[in-house]
């Protein structure tokens, strides 16, 4: 039987579905067929609003973005220092991976998104700006080729933590080579993309 939805809820409830099932059984679970089921509705609901399965996922990793970074802003917030403002926004950014797993996956998974979306789109542009503001030193006149190298470099130290950590390896590796804990590597990177933020922004020399 289908859910009686008033106009307009029909589609926040397919992609509240879409997320669920990413959830629980991986981007790889999902398919228009899994979310008609999942939200009580007809399979030819989810074509009508989204037309197929890639803008459908689009749209949530849209969503996605969105949220991510609304969160990414939120731990910078917290903090006056530039460099302890990167440090937290990095723990925002695992922080999101770690709560929305396949949320975060699906975000990164461009083979499955459409990005000429406008939507997606303005929501990737989004989340790298904050990363470029917060991750690439605090000096109005660093060289933008700089700054843009020390966002990508910030980027690329805490998503790969982020990946590691979602995927469930980091840990068993790291109690196998007799490493630290993955919270305290955690912090270690978090504070190493602090000192590289003080280093490109010119406060140590």
Same mark, same amino acid.
């Given at each position: 039987m289908t859910k009686p939805y008033h106009h307009g809820a029909l589609r926040e409830a397919l992609l509240a579905a879409a997320e669920r099932i990413i959830e629980s059984a991986g981007v790889d679970g999902l398919s228009l067929r899994?979310?008609?089921?999942?939200?009580?509705?007809?399979?030819?609901?989810?074509?009508?609003?989204? /037309?197929?399965? @890639? =803008? %459908?996922? &689009? *749209? %949530?990793?849209? $969503?996605?973005? *969105? $949220?991510?970074?609304?969160?990414? *802003?939120?731990?910078?917030?917290?903090? /006056? /220092?530039? =460099?302890? $403002? !990167?440090? *937290?926004?990095?723990?925002?950014y695992v922080g999101f991976a770690r709560d929305s797993p396949g949320l975060f996956e699906l975000m990164f998974r461009s083979a499955l998104l459409d990005w000429s979306r406008p939507a997606l789109a303005a929501a990737g542009t989004r989340a790298f700006t904050v990363l470029l503001e917060h991750g690439a030193g605090s000096m109005p006149d660093l060289p933008q @080729?700089?700054?843009?190298?020390?966002?990508? @470099? @910030?980027? &690329?130290? !805490?998503? =790969?933590?982020?990946? %590691?950590?979602? /995927?469930? $390896?980091? =840990?068993?590796?790291?109690?196998?080579?007799?490493g630290p804990d993955v919270e305290t590597l955690s912090e270690t990177i978090f504070a190493v993309a602090g000192f590289q933020n003080a280093i490109d922004s010119g406060e140590i020399a």
């Open positions: 899994a979310i008609a089921r999942d939200s009580g509705v007809s399979q030819a609901a989810p074509t009508h609003h989204f /037309d197929n399965l @890639t =803008g %459908l996922l &689009s *749209e %949530l990793a849209a $969503r996605g973005f *969105e $949220r991510f970074s609304a969160r990414l *802003e939120a731990g910078a917030a917290g903090a /006056d /220092d530039p =460099g302890k $403002r !990167v440090s *937290e926004m990095c723990r925002a @080729t700089n700054r843009v190298s020390a966002a990508m @470099t @910030t980027w &690329s130290l !805490v998503h =790969g933590l982020s990946m %590691l950590i979602i /995927d469930g $390896r980091l =840990g068993p590796m790291l109690k196998k080579f007799s």
